[in-house]
């Protein structure tokens, strides 16, 4: 069978983490962003069920269910929000929803 | 066997940088889920199957539908001008630094750790079921309230603004308007 060491499997949960870490910090598409989360998400819940088949506990399914039920219920509301967004401003970039940032301080 | 989670792996990270990188966004939604089910063979062959079915069920088969039918009522094909000139090299390379600084250091407390190898047994359905109705019943009834709150809130959202919200107040409104000049 197989026999992978833990710090290889939560390297790779790592790792994951970090493509959506900087794709959430890079895109400015809306859409791109809410899949950064999901990529981001999704290898919290890969670190959780490593580290629970790794104790023989089954704490770390259970808490990938919860994982998923946030990330399901935010990914509804999201897309809610983001086609409300297109709209109202006709783009799906996150710069132009900036009505909120103060007009002295944009030049930089 | 350990080839088969290197393998696994391998595609999960390319086919996530290229969903993050990608123009298009049908395409990158589709490497997306290429990547989820390149980890859904992880779970299966680090002993969770139940935990690789509901990724493939509910990530890949639900949440994923719902973004590509988002992306085909806002009809975004081609994206503009100011989205292309943000995936140029100049704009990720601060973003990729720190991304590596933080693996570095993730890595650094990771191999400082005890090996300890241990064979793979598999856990079940059934065990996950009997552990989510015992010590996480509170928690499984909060995220019950959580997505009824998703619903409806998506509901609310997500509804298109009617101008008059029922016939006879439009007859109402008609018949006021009309008046109001004669």
């Known amino acids: 069978m197989i026999s992978i060491p833990l710090e290889i499997q939560l390297m790779f949960a790592g790792m994951l983490f970090l493509i959506g870490l900087t794709g959430l910090l890079v895109r400015r598409n809306v859409i791109f962003m809410l899949m950064s989360i999901e990529i981001m998400l999704n290898s919290a819940g890969l670190a959780f069920v490593m580290a629970g088949t790794h104790w023989m506990k089954t704490d770390g399914q259970a808490m990938f269910i919860f994982i998923l039920t946030v990330s399901a219920a935010e990914v509804s509301v999201g897309l809610a929000l983001i086609l409300q967004a297109f709209h109202h401003y006709k783009t799906l970039d996150a710069d132009a929803m900036s009505k909120l940032k103060d007009k002295k301080t944009i030049q930089l | ?182």
């Open chain 2, 1 to 182: 066997m350990n080839a088969i989670f290197f393998i696994a792996a391998a595609v999960a990270i390319i086919s996530s940088l290229l969903a993050i990188s990608n123009k298009n966004a049908i395409h990158a939604l589709l490497f997306l889920i290429l990547s989820l089910l390149a980890i859904s063979i992880i779970f299966y062959i680090t002993g969770s199957p139940f935990i690789a079915a509901l990724e493939v069920i509910v990530y890949a088969g639900a949440i994923m539908v719902l973004f590509i039918f988002v992306v085909m009522m806002l009809n975004v094909g081609s994206e503009k001008q100011q989205e292309s000139r943000w995936l140029s090299p100049r704009i990720w390379v601060m973003p990729a630094i720190l991304a590596v600084i933080l693996f570095a250091t993730f890595m650094y407390a990771l191999s400082s750790m005890k090996p300890i190898q241990r064979e793979v047994q598999v856990i079940g359905p059934k065990q996950v079921g009997v552990t989510l109705f015992t010590t996480y019943l509170i928690a499984v009834e909060i995220s019950a309230i959580m997505l009824l709150a998703g619903i409806v809130g998506a509901y609310h959202l997500g509804r298109r603004k009617k101008s008059v919200v029922h016939r006879f107040l439009k007859k109402e409104e008609k018949r006021v308007l009309t008046n109001i000049p004669s």
